[in-house]
């Protein structure tokens, strides 16, 4: 069985010019990264102004298992199904970080016969966003800290700075440090750490910009520090958004690629859904839309994050509808809910999917009855499903009033993702009553009690002191109207990783709440969550090595 790489290096790409043109692009409006990728002018939005916008499907998923879901490779082979059905569709995926690429988690495009490609350029630097993003975001820390340096004139509380140096690479080395140590000459020391890029707010801010005007006015917006009086230090009186917004002037452009069958597929902006947003940038979806009859999308990690994210920020902020939602599941990883050990997931275990099932059945009532979207049941077919199983997936989705599609396309591609296809039409056709889980006008608590009684299914939420005094602050700031942007384990409805399943009776503990003013949300830390991941025993980088001809091998 040839593995992910290996079937994307056999792959006979098309010249990139090929694909825009499928998609309706003209050459004018690309800026080639050599002949399979390209940069897309931002122009193409007001170009295509007085074309009507087609049809957004969100691909999500239950939450997440060492016997994996699949949420990529179903949305590349869904869209693949629906051109082999005569539609016109775009892509529009996020970006790979390098940190779970050389971690545990792997790459992010896709697998088997539905991936994106070239798989190589996009797991690694691809076209140099995020070292973008890493500079600008590091740029702006060594201003902060030249800025107290130089005399401190906006009276900077050095205990009280909230801006973090970041790097894309998971380094559990790099949380806590301290810096500014040797002399007068080499800074002010004080406690420090770094994020991972993907955590980075300029990542955030990118990925929820309309122009690159509105990107440097977001980045001015960003909160530094705080001074000796509690007044928000922030990277306008820096005087630092105009040069960030320099080195972003590339990277806010949207990238193009293509299936291993020829969709045009947009990659742009990568923020993790357990630390951040967790969605590509909404102007990559906003041109997806403009150049498609149908725009498939995905959102990270479970339904209780990137999907809860993607509704209630992006979708909010950005101005978007979906259309209908598809929920990825294996049975693998249900009968892993349901209490199944890992080695015994390849063995028929009704017992066991049934106890699973619920997350399942969860995320769904989620996604029709808290956001009034249609949907539909992705099963992610294993060559070890039998029958029984697939049939009590169906029986207990139905019992929702929601349809069971099998997708077969890590196997087969587009063929394997037909019947998907069908159902996703048809679901598009029908009417959607979208509504968000929270007002904007609540207060923080009650928009924090709302998510997590409403799609958590929990008993509620307990802010500890500091939490507390964050949020009647940020609320005394003029930050109490905006949304939330959880940050919590992604393995569970809970933010305790161990409860598998559909937990209740649960409370989420909020510890650290911030503001993410330029992005325009909240972040609220929950549980351990840690916003610079480590490697693991053995680190996917171990495998990964090139050959003399410059052919990489070991990605996944």
């Known amino acids: 069985m040839k593995t992910d790489i290996e079937i994307a290096q056999a792959c006979q790409m098309k010249h990139i010019l090929d694909i825009a043109a499928t998609a309706g692009v003209e050459e004018a409006s690309l800026e080639y990264y ?240 357990n630390i951040a947003h967790g969605c590509n940038s909404a102007m990559a979806t906003r041109m997806a839309l403009r150049l498609g009859d149908y725009a498939i999308t995905e959102a990270g990690f479970g339904a209780d994050l990137g999907a809860e994210k993607f509704l209630d920020i992006k979708c909010r902020l950005a101005g978007l509808t979906p259309a209908a939602v598809v929920v990825v599941a294996t049975v693998r990883a249900l009968k892993h809910h349901g209490g199944a050990a890992k080695a015994e997931l390849s063995q028929e275990n009704l017992a066991a999917l049934e106890a699973g099932m619920p997350n399942l059945l969860r995320h769904v009532e989620n996604i029709t009855q808290v956001y009034g979207l249609p949907c539909v049941v992705a099963i992610n077919r294993f060559p070890t499903d039998t029958e029984a199983e697939l049939r009590l997936v169906e029986d207990r989705c139905r019992a929702l009033g929601v349809n069971v599609a099998l997708s077969e396309v890590w196997a087969k591609g587009g063929k394997g993702g037909e019947a998907l296809a069908r159902e996703v039409i048809r679901l598009c056709e029908t009417p959607a009553h979208f509504r968000f889980s929270y007002d904007l006008e609540q207060p923080i608590e009650q928009k924090l009690e709302a998510i997590v009684k409403k799609v958590y299914h929990g008993a509620g939420v307990d802010l500890t002191p500091a939490a507390r005094k964050q949020a009647a602050e940020l609320t005394a700031l003029g930050f109490g109207g905006l949304p939330i942007c959880m940050a919590k384990t992604q393995y569970s409805f809970s933010d305790d990783a161990s409860l598998l399943g559909a937990p209740d009776s649960f409370r989420v503990t909020v510890r650290n709440l911030k503001v993410s003013a330029g992005a325009g949300f909240l972040v609220a830390l929950t549980g351990d969550i840690m916003t610079m991941p480590g490697l693991p025993k053995v680190p996917a980088a171990e495998t990964v090595d090139v050959d003399a001809d410059g052919r990489i091998t070991g990605l996944f």
């Open 34 to 273: 050599g002949r399979y990728k390209a940069k897309l002018d931002t122009r193409l939005l007001s170009e295509h102004a007085d074309r009507p916008d087609g049809k957004l499907v969100l691909v999500t998923a239950i939450n997440p298992t060492p016997a994996g879901e699949g949420k990529t490779t179903t949305t590349v082979g869904l869209a693949d199904g629906m051109r082999r059905l005569g539609k016109k569709v775009m892509v529009a995926l996020r970006e790979p970080s390098l940190g779970p690429v050389f971690g545990v988690k792997g790459g992010a495009a896709g697998g088997g016969y539905a991936q994106v490609v070239p798989m190589e350029d996009i797991n690694l630097h691809f076209t140099g966003d995020f070292h973008a993003i890493g500079a600008a975001n590091n740029l702006l820390a060594a201003m902060l800290d030249n800025h107290i340096q130089q005399g401190n004139a906006l009276d900077i509380d050095v205990k009280r700075i909230v801006w973090k140096r970041c790097v894309d690479m998971n380094d559990r080395q790099l949380r806590s440090i301290v810096d500014g140590l040797g002399g007068r000459m080499q800074g002010v020391p004080r406690e420090d750490g770094f994020d991972i890029t993907v955590a980075s707010e300029v990542m955030a801010v990118l990925c929820l910009s309309d122009s690159l005007m509105d990107l440097k006015a977001r980045l001015g917006r960003m909160v530094v520090a705080y001074s000796r009086s509690g007044k928000p230090v922030t990277a306008h009186d820096l005087k630092a958004e105009g040069a960030m917004a320099a080195l972003l002037k590339d990277a806010i452009k949207p990238n193009l690629v293509q299936t291993l069958e020829g969709t045009p597929a947009i990659v742009h902006g990568g923020p993790f859904a």
